[in-house]
Each structure stands twice: as C-alpha cells, then as structure tokens.
C-alpha cells in the first residue's frame, strides 16, 4: 500500500465560532475552540507515527490511537483526551489519514483498542 497523506477531511472535525461541548452530542467531534490547523496536523501525524494501539483488520484502512494526557477536544457531549486517526484508501484512490479526538466512551466502542479510558 503507498503511504497515506494528511487530509483536514474537509475540516469536519476543526471548531467553528461558537461550537460548544453541546453540539457534539449529536455533530462531529471536534478539537477545542482556538486549536489551529498546523496543530490538528502535528497532532494527528504524531497519533500516527507513535499510537498506544493500532488495528490492522480492514483491508487498505488502519485505524490509530493515542491517549494524549488531556482534553484535546469534545467528543458526544464529553471531554475527550484520545487522538484517533484513520488511514483509508486504496491503490488507485489516493489514501489519506485524518482524525478527531476522542472521548472515553467512543474508545470503548473500539475492540481493539487498549483498556479504554482515554487509549
């Protein structure tokens, strides 16, 4: 497989003015209010590079987590303190990885994922 590529994945998961823990109870995750591009990227390609776990299972994706040691952002109306980035892609298709943070909750929703608790 060729490498994967940093993506903003169309800045899905970056807060817009105003976006409150609230709004992602039902929307996207996002990273806190004030936490810029360049940061998402160092973020994200360290979560990449260095994960506490990792899976493997689905053909052409990978999926990566990282516990970072604080709130990074809000994930289901909760404070969350994973970074968890996916690469997807194939051959042909150009693969690229991007993230969102994620809360304690969500981890647990990953088999593969380490204890819980934040990674």
């Known amino acids: ?3 994967c ?4 994945h169309n800045y899905k998961h970056f807060p817009t003015k105003g976006t409150t823990r609230k709004d992602t109870k039902v929307g996207p995750a996002v990273y806190l ?3 810029k591009p360049t940061e ?3 973020l994200e390609s360290g979560t990449a590079r260095a994960p ?7 053909a052409g994706k ?3 987590l990282r516990n970072m040691g604080g709130v990074i952002g809000w994930d289901r109306g909760e404070d969350a303190s994973a970074s968890f980035v996916e690469c997807s892609g194939g051959e042909n298709a150009g693969r690229s990885f ?5 809360c304690d909750a969500s981890v647990d929703q990953r088999p593969w994922a380490g204890a819980g608790g934040g990674a």
Do not use: F, I, L, N
Not at 5 to 8: G, L, V
């Open 33 to 35: 209010p004030g936490t």
């Open 98 to 102: 991007h993230g969102r943070p994620m």
């Open 1 to 3: 497989m060729p490498p």
């Open 40 to 42: 998402v990227r160092v």
């Open 62 to 64: 990978r999926e990566y």
């Open 5 to 8: 590529a940093w993506s903003t």
């Open 52 to 58: 506490d776990d990792r899976d493997d299972g689905e």
